[in-house]
């Protein structure tokens, strides 16, 4: 009930307020000839910087490229001419594709991990089971 209330309110299709801020974060990345991707951090999540790492360099290359002409518009405090906003297209994803294949690999790899844990831990408990069977058979006391 909540995770599908919850898509209801995010989805801009259904919801008018979504639609709304959809079209505002949309003219704000216009100004600035971003996209919406460019806005993650590699910095804070270690996801982000290897599906960076991954992505061709071209692609990389362009995202620094726009990156660095936001910044230089924010100081000189302007905006990208009109003509260049209206060719700019802020939603059109490269990074989300990249990310989900990282989630499937964590996924994978931590499932993986958890059966070479259970593994080693069966291991030692033969190996304790071994040790008190040895321990029982040499008594300390006659």
């Known amino acids: 009930m909540a995770s599908s209330l919850m898509r209801w309110m995010l989805n801009p299709n259904k919801n008018w307020l979504a639609a709304q801020h959809k079209k505002a974060l949309s003219a704000r990345l216009r100004k600035y ?4 991707d460019d806005l993650y951090d590699p910095m ?13 360099r071209e692609i990389v290359d362009a995202r620094n490229q726009r990156l660095k002409r936001a910044m230089d518009l924010s100081l000189k405090h302007t905006y990208l001419p009109e003509d260049l906003q209206a060719k ?5 994803s490269y990074l989300q594709e990249m990310l989900a294949l990282i989630g499937v690999y964590n996924d ?15 291991q030692i408990t033969k190996e304790n089971r071994e040790q008190e069977t040895q321990i029982g058979k040499h008594t300390l006391y006659p």
Do not use: V
């Open 33 to 36: 000839g971003l996209r919406y």
């Open 44 to 56: 804070y999540d270690l996801d982000i910087n290897e599906a960076l790492n991954r992505l061709p």
């Open 88 to 92: 700019q297209t802020p939603f059109r």
């Open 108 to 122: 994978l790899y931590y499932a993986m991990k958890e059966t070479q844990i259970g593994k080693q831990d069966t």
